[in-house]
C-alpha cells in the first residue's frame, strides 16, 4: 500500500478570518448568526459544515454545466478524486452512506440466512441496510478506549452464518484494522468499512476508507466534508464495483448498454450539484481536518481538569478526524444530563447525547438475541450514558468555540458545588 500524499491548497476564506464579535464578554445567549460560514440563524449547532467561495463556484459551475451530455461529469470528476486520495481502485458516488452500505451488502450477495456483526454504538444507518437485504445484524460491544469494535468484541459472535462484520470508525476514530483485517481473512468474512464519519483519519500512512473488501463514506451535512446528502463506495475488488455499479443504476451494469436494465436494482445516484460540492470539499480536506483539531484543542485548553467531565479519551493525534467532540460525563452530571443539556440549551448551545445503542431501539426489538446483546454491551450502554456530543463543527468560528467550553466548563462547575 503506498503512501497518501496530503496536497495542501491555499486557504481563500475561513470563518476565523471574519472579524470577531464586538461584544467579547461571554454572552447569556450564543447565536451563529455572524460567526458560522452558512450564516444560518441558529443556535450554535452540534455541527456545520465550513463552505467558502471555492464550493459554491464549483456547484455554481455545475448547476450552469452539468446538463444534457455532461450530465454526471462531476460525480465521476469527485469519484476519480476521491478514489485517489484514498488509494482505492474503484469509487462510486451515492446519495446517501446508508445507500452505500445498503449496495455493499448486495454486492456482496449478503442477505436471509445470513448474519452480519456491527457496533452496539453506532448511528442506525450502519445497521439499518443489514435488516433491508434480509439478513441478521448481531450487535457488538465496542471497546471504551476508541469506541470501535476490535478483534477481541468480535470473535465469539462468529457463527457459520456470519457473512460480513462492518466496522465502525466511530467519530472519527480508528481501531486496529491490522488486527481485524487478519481476522477476518482468516474466517472469510467480509469487511466493510463504515468510514462515515472519519474523512480525512489515517494511520501509518493508511487513509480511512481503504480498509476492508469495501468501504463508505456519508457526506450528510454534519460530516466533515459534505455535499449536502451524499455518500460513495470505495473497494479495489472489480466484482464488487461491477456488482454495486449496476444495482446503483436501476440494474444497468456500467458498459451495459443505454436504458438496458438486464435487472430490478435501486436508484442510488449523487447529483452533480452533489458531485460538485463533494470535489471542491475534498480539495479543502488537509484544512479542514486542521480545524477539526483546532475545535478540539480549543475544548481540551478549556475543558482539562473540570469537574465532573473529561474529554472522550478515543481522540488519538494521528489516528482521528475528532468527528464530533464528546465530554464524558462523570457523577454528578451524569444523573443530571437533560438538566445540563437543556442549560446548555437556554445559553444558546445545541449538545445531545452519545448515540443510543442499537440493541435497545425499538427497531430492532425483533432481532434474535437483541435482549442479550443489550445487557452485554457495556461500553456502548456507557458511551451513551455518560456521552455528550459537543458544538464542532468546522464552520463554526474558533472563538465562538471557547465560548462554548467556557459556558459548559462554568455550568459543570456550578453543577458539581449545587
Ligand atoms: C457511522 C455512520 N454510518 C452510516 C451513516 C449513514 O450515512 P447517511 O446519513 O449519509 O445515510 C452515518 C450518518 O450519520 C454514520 O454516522
Not at 458516488?93 to 456491527?118: N, Q, R, W
Not at 473488501?213 to 461491477?242: C, Q, W
Request: glycine share 8%; hydrophobic share 45%.
Amino acid at each position: 500500500m503506498t503512501n497518501v500524499a496530503l496536497v495542501k491548497l491555499p486557504l481563500r476564506h475561513r470563518s476565523g478570518d471574519r472579524p470577531e464579535p464586538a461584544n467579547e464578554k461571554i454572552a447569556p445567549v450564543l447565536t451563529s448568526t455572524t460567526t458560522s460560514t452558512t450564516g444560518a440563524p441558529t443556535t450554535i449547532p452540534i455541527a456545520e459544515p465550513w463552505i467558502d467561495d471555492s464550493d459554491v463556484a464549483e456547484v455554481a459551475a455545475a448547476v450552469r454545466t452539468s446538463w444534457g451530455v455532461n450530465a454526471y461529469k462531476y460525480t465521476r470528476l469527485f469519484e476519480a478524486d476521491v478514489a485517489e486520495r484514498l488509494d482505492r481502485r474503484f469509487a462510486l458516488s451515492t446519495c446517501s452512506g446508508s445507500a452505500a452500505i445498503h449496495l455493499a451488502m448486495l454486492a456482496a450477495e449478503i442477505g436471509p440466512g445470513d448474519e452480519v456483526i456491527v457496533p452496539d454504538a453506532t448511528w442506525i444507518g450502519s445497521a439499518a441496510p443489514v435488516v433491508w437485504v434480509g439478513a441478521t445484524p448481531v450487535f457488538a460491544d465496542v471497546e471504551a478506549a476508541n469506541g470501535c469494535l476490535s478483534v477481541e468484541t468480535i470473535r465469539h459472535l462468529v457463527t457459520p452464518r456470519t457473512k460480513a462484520v462492518v466496522v465502525v470508525d466511530l467519530m472519527g476514530n480508528l481501531p486496529d484494522w491490522d488486527a481485524l483485517e487478519a481476522f477476518c481473512k482468516q474466517r472469510g468474512l467480509i469487511l466493510i468499512e463504515d468510514a462515515a464519519q472519519a474523512m480525512g483519519a489515517h494511520i501509518e500512512g493508511r487513509m480511512a476508507g481503504s480498509f476492508g473488501h469495501m468501504s463508505i463514506f456519508s457526506f450528510a451535512g454534519n460530516k466533515t466534508i459534505t455535499s449536502g446528502e451524499g455518500g460513495v463506495l470505495l473497494t479495489d475488488d472489480p466484482g464488487f464495483y461491477r456488482r454495486a455499479a449496476t444495482l446503483r443504476d436501476h440494474g444497468k451494469a456500467p458498459d451495459g448498454l443505454p436504458m438496458y436494465q438486464t435487472e430490478i436494482g435501486q436508484r442510488y445516484r449523487m447529483s452533480d450539484l452533489q458531485g460538485a460540492l463533494a470535489r471542491a470539499q475534498l480539495r479543502r480536506l488537509d484544512d479542514i481536518v486542521e480545524r477539526k483539531r483546532e475545535v478540539l484543542g480549543v475544548y481540551r485548553s478549556v475543558l482539562s481538569n473540570v469537574p465532573g467531565l473529561r474529554m472522550n479519551p478515543g481522540y488519538e493525534e494521528d489516528r482521528s478526524v475528532f468527528w464530533m467532540t464528546t465530554a464524558m460525563l462523570e457523577e454528578p452530571l451524569v444523573t443530571r444530563r437533560a438538566e445540563l443539556v437543556k442549560r446548555l440549551a437556554d445559553a444558546g448551545v445545541s449538545s445531545r447525547p452519545f448515540f443510543y445503542p442499537l440493541s435497545s431501539l425499538p427497531a430492532f426489538a425483533k432481532v434474535p438475541g437483541v435482549a442479550e446483546w443489550a445487557a452485554a454491551n457495556r461500553n456502548a450502554h456507557d458511551l451513551h450514558h455518560r456521552g455528550l456530543c459537543l458544538p464542532s463543527g468546522p464552520g463554526t468560528d474558533l472563538a465562538m468555540i471557547r465560548k462554548v467550553a467556557e459556558i459548559l466548563r462554568n455550568l459543570a462547575i456550578e453543577m458539581v458545588a449545587e
